[in-house]
């Protein structure tokens, strides 16, 4: 068995809502190069755990460290060039946008960007012309480089989740984390889906994963934890988390 290599780790994560306990996780870890999804009833705390990891909220408690880098105090754009980003739902703001520039919007948080490259003028083009590369490479990998004039407001279910999947990997991530990439997905897409979430692997990302299809997180997940009420009942692989009773009772009964 190969031995365990934490990319992520969290400790004694806490985020109180006034008298609601929203997350009360007391240890999570990620193995580098996994796919591990994280599953749960609604209102686990899925999402707020995943903001949390993210820069994107701050826990009251706890603290995380991705990469052999503390995550205390960080914002969501540091997170990002730190190498972890997580996929956004399609605003209504994003939808009035192109699918092209929705991927530009995507490169900012590249990893190395900054401040000064702004104003030199051909480093600055350089960089541009690299950007719009990357976006069509990426649109190509995900069928989507027809649409890239196209509003992302016109695309279906699934092109939008192909959309947003694309726009996260403008910043070349270690990590992605995904908030239920399948939801509101038809069938004939989820395929596709489930083969460009291997492929990240593949690519040698990790990748984190909030899901609701239990098939779908059989087939591609290497670990699975289980969220209840904010706390971690469960992990293991999918064919052992499954027949938990625990997980049975707070998960696959409700
Ligand atoms: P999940 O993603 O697992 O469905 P969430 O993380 O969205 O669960 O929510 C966990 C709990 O925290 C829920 O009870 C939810 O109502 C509550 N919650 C989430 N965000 C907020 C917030 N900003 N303010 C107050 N309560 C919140
Ligand atoms: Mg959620």
Do not use: C
């Not at 690519?203 to 209840?228: C, K, P, Q, Y």
């Amino acid at each position: 068995a190969p031995k365990p290599d934490a990319i992520l780790v969290a400790d004694g994560v806490v985020r109180r809502f006034g008298g609601l306990t929203a997350v009360s996780v007391d240890h999570f870890e990620v193995q580098r190069n996994s796919i591990t999804a994280l599953i749960g009833p609604n209102g686990a705390g899925k999402s707020t755990f995943f903001n949390l990891l993210t820069g994107f909220d701050f826990a009251q408690e706890g603290e995380g460290v991705f990469n052999g880098r503390a995550l205390k105090g960080m914002s969501s754009a540091k997170v990002a060039r730190a190498g972890m980003v997580r996929t956004f739902q399609l605003t209504k703001a994003l939808n009035r946008m192109t699918v092209i520039e929705n991927m530009r919007l995507g490169a900012q948080a590249q990893p190395g960007e900054n401040f000064a490259r702004a104003f030199v003028p051909p480093l600055w083009r350089a960089r541009e012309r690299e950007i719009t590369e990357q976006a069509h490479a990426l649109l190509h990998r995900f069928k989507l480089y027809e649409k890239r004039d196209d509003y992302a407001g016109s695309l279906s279910g699934g092109q939008r989740k192909l959309l947003e999947m694309a726009r996260a990997l403008m910043t070349k991530p270690t990590m992605v984390m995904l908030d239920e990439p399948m939801a509101g997905v038809n069938p004939a897409l989820t395929e596709s889906l489930l083969d460009h979430i291997v492929e990240l692997k593949d690519d040698g990302m990790t990748v984190l994963f909030v899901e609701h299809d239990m098939h779908m997180v059989r087939r591609i997940s290497d670990w699975v934890v289980v969220m209840a009420e904010g706390r971690i009942i469960a992990e293991g692989p999918a064919g052992t988390v499954m027949s938990n009773q625990a997980v049975q009772d707070a998960y696959l009964g409700a």
